[in-house]
């Protein structure tokens, strides 16, 4: 591995959702070969420094808002820009500007809406655009609004050196989109330690729904499913979210966030995982974190799940019944996962990224000045 100073970008320093985790993997693989810092909008109680943190106004932005990172960039003179989870239109088109690589882990660079779930509950195969995606919004104004945001932060994408993302499924809605094919390298994830933790199991089988707790993750599918089944395991629910109330008043358990730790001894308990995504999942990370453990995962077949879901317990998007068959056919059988998802393997994918990709531009972090400044204007 050649010896590099890369310098990460992402809106928060968090571990609360998959791609936060996501990345503190990255981190810990490359550290201390590298020399490796983080430039953050924001930290949260949950976030664990892994490396140099450094706070920059307006990367959390969710709009285009002033952002000057040519400071700490002439103070780290990084090899390596890495985008993470930013999507500050004046951030990405800075990056962009510099040769910087970019993770993608969401829709919000190419779809306004659901993400690629459309008003009408069906899944969505068109390629953005005006009169494509108006069906979806019932306000006129915030559409045009936010049409124009997505537009703006795709522009910037499809001018990053590289781009990696976790599944086909990402890869092939960007291609849609026209980001050009050869700069998008799927990288699957590897569980960052979960499976090392040694936590052992405290309490009794139960059926799991881990992640956030909103509508587009299927959640009132969730206990349907789960009642209509033939068990008497309580289901659980691990994460937080606008719908908790809602889950609570029907008098099932929500744990609130919880550590890796934690996390792990509720895998240990679990006999299954509930993933009744409505979104298109671009990879779902809770599903191989519960294969790690050898627990079924029980899905619809959404966005990128099918590539590393072992077959059996994957339904169609939506069909409750079959949701809940599979939930009694799986139960409590031990399952084998289809792919290893091995730290090193990921790891060395991603240096081959930094290798051909971010120096495709002849750009120079650290001596580049597109228009003579940073983003802040």
Not at 138 to 164: G, H, K, S
Request: proline content about 7%; glycine content about 10%.
């Amino acid at each position: 591995m050649t010896s590099r100073t890369i310098l990460h970008l992402t809106d928060r320093l968090s571990r609360r959702g998959g791609a936060d985790w996501h990345l503190a993997g990255v981190i810990d693989a490359q550290s201390p070969k590298e020399s490796v810092a983080l430039a953050v909008g924001r930290r949260d109680a949950s976030g664990v420094a892994m490396c140099p943190v450094h706070v920059v106004t307006g990367l959390d932005a969710r709009q285009a808002k002033p952002c000057d990172l040519i400071p700490l960039v002439d103070e780290l003179c990084p090899d390596v820009i890495h985008v993470h989870n930013v999507v500050n239109p004046r951030v990405l088109q800075w990056a962009a500007q510099r040769g910087a690589v970019m993770t993608i882990q969401d829709h919000r660079s190419f779809c306004p809406g659901r993400g690629k779930w459309m008003a009408d509950g069906t899944v969505c195969r068109k390629r953005m655009g005006g009169d494509q995606c108006r069906a979806c919004f019932d306000d006129d104004a915030y559409f045009t609004d936010i049409l124009a945001l997505t537009e703006e932060r795709l522009a910037a994408v499809q001018n990053m050196a590289a781009i990696t993302v976790l599944s086909q499924y990402m890869r092939d809605e960007l291609i849609l989109v026209g980001v050009p094919p050869e700069r998008i390298h799927v990288i699957p994830p590897f569980v960052h330690e979960l499976k090392a933790t040694n936590t052992p199991a405290d309490g009794a089988p139960c059926v799991l729904v881990v992640g956030r707790l909103v509508e587009s993750k299927g959640i009132q599918d969730a206990i349907d499913a789960w009642r209509e089944a033939d068990t008497t395991l309580p289901l659980v629910f691990v994460g937080d979210g606008p719908l908790r109330d809602v889950i609570e008043s029907q008098g099932l358990q929500v744990t609130g966030w919880v550590n890796h730790e934690q996390l792990a001894a509720w895998y240990r308990r679990a006999q299954a995982l509930l993933i009744p995504s409505r979104w298109q999942e671009p990879f779902g990370i809770v599903g191989i974190e519960a294969l790690t453990f050898q627990v079924p995962v029980v899905a619809y077949d959404s966005g990128g799940i099918r590539e590393w879901h072992p077959g059996p317990g994957l339904v169609a998007m939506g069909d409750v019944a079959a949701l809940s068959n599979a939930l009694d056919e799986c139960l409590g059988q031990p399952v084998v996962p289809k792919h290893a998802f091995k730290r090193g393997e990921a790891t060395a994918a991603l240096e081959r990224v930094y290798e051909e990709g971010a120096g495709l531009n002849g750009t120079n972090p650290c001596t580049a000045r597109p228009n003579g400044a940073g983003c802040a204007p």
